[in-house]
């Protein structure tokens, strides 16, 4: 898939995230993770896990999956108001974008199997450079990940923000006649909303 953003009023970036999927925003061709994977070897997820008279076994929680958080898997989440090992509640980074910040990787375990954040964005950065299509990308970041025999699923988004890569800013006139070929922006209406998300003391 693929999306590009441009003149957002609010720029701040929220990832939530439950289980192995990840979140990697590329700020001058350096992977940052804004998401922590769910698994088994999270110290800190293992110490919830323990807390809740989990076991982690082998590298998977109660022997059996390998994410210590999840939204499906009921049969191993208990009643409402019991405490659960496997729990559905995600995590939260935040950041603010600046001009530094190119664009956002977003996969499934299936890619992180078999490549370090910083190579895929070593991937997308040197496609966008060749050919700016961040559809074509996601693309040719599957591929790598089938090229490097991944065992898992492969679902990948990337979204990129603003002007093409290593380009300034086009002028207004320019940046408007190419917004209806690849720009896929938000409504008055939902930026509003979250600006007003983001605004509200939590």
């Known amino acids: 898939m693929l999306s590009r953003v441009s003149d957002l009023t609010c720029r701040q970036l929220l990832v939530a995230n439950t289980g192995d999927c990840r979140a990697v925003l590329c700020r001058r061709g350096i992977a940052m993770e804004m998401s922590r994977d769910h698994r088994a070897n999270y110290a800190e997820e293992c110490e919830r896990v323990a807390a809740s008279g989990g076991y982690i076994e082998d590298g ?5 999956l390998s994410v210590t958080r999840a939204l499906g898997d009921w049969d191993m989440k208990m009643p409402d108001c019991s405490t659960s090992p496997l729990i559905a509640e995600p995590e939260f980074q935040q950041a603010t974008l600046s ?3 190119e664009f956002l990787i977003m ?7 078999v490549m370090t954040s910083q190579h895929a964005v070593s991937v997308v950065r040197r496609g966008l450079r060749q050919h700016d299509d961040p559809e074509r990308c996601a693309r040719e970041l ?3 990940a089938k090229r490097l025999e991944t065992a898992d699923n492969l ?6 923000f603003g002007s093409e890569l290593g380009s300034p800013p086009p002028p207004p006139a320019a940046a408007a006649a190419a917004r209806p070929r690849s720009c896929k922006g938000l409504s008055a209406e939902a ?12």
């Open 155 to 160: 679902t990948v988004i990337v979204v990129c």
């Open 107 to 113: 996969g499934c375990d299936g890619i992180w199997d």
């Open 191 to 202: 930026l509003c909303n979250l600006r007003s998300w983001l605004e509200t003391d939590r």
């Open 99 to 101: 001009e530094d910040d």
């Open 142 to 144: 599957v591929m790598e």
């Open 60 to 64: 998977y929680l109660n022997g059996v």
